[in-house]
């Protein structure tokens, strides 16, 4: 077994299989895709788009995922708050009763 670093699909960082390729060029692409948007395996937006997120809780994911990548956490974190509670009060509109503690 060797003693390399291994990426973060447990490949190690001299894999140039098709996935690594893909891993590597992706982060290169800062308006495609972001180096703060595709530090893991799973890159942002496949996950609001798999999951059907929709604005905000898309907004809240991608801020999230991106706090402790582009050197504004605080920032980062009141955002997703901003668009979690825009969402909450979005819910509790159409169902008054989800608004109950």
């Known amino acids: 077994m060797s003693n ?6 447990g490949h190690t ?3 140039l299989c098709y996935d690594c390729t893909l891993i590597l060029a992706r982060r290169g692409d800062a308006v495609n895709h972001p180096k703060h948007y595709t ?8 996950v609001i788009e798999d999951w059907n997120l929709g604005y905000h809780l898309g907004q ?3 801020y999230i995922s991106r706090c402790d990548h ?3 956490r605080l920032e980062d974190l009141k955002k997703a708050q901003w668009y979690l509670e825009r969402e909450i009060a979005r819910e509790a509109k159409d169902d008054p009763l989800q608004s109950l503690p």
């Open 4 to 9: 390399q670093p291994l990426r973060t699909n």
């Open 13 to 15: 960082q001299q894999c």
């Open 39 to 46: 530090h893991g395996a799973i890159e942002t937006i496949d």
């Open 60 to 62: 809240v994911i991608k």
């Open 70 to 72: 582009k050197g504004k």
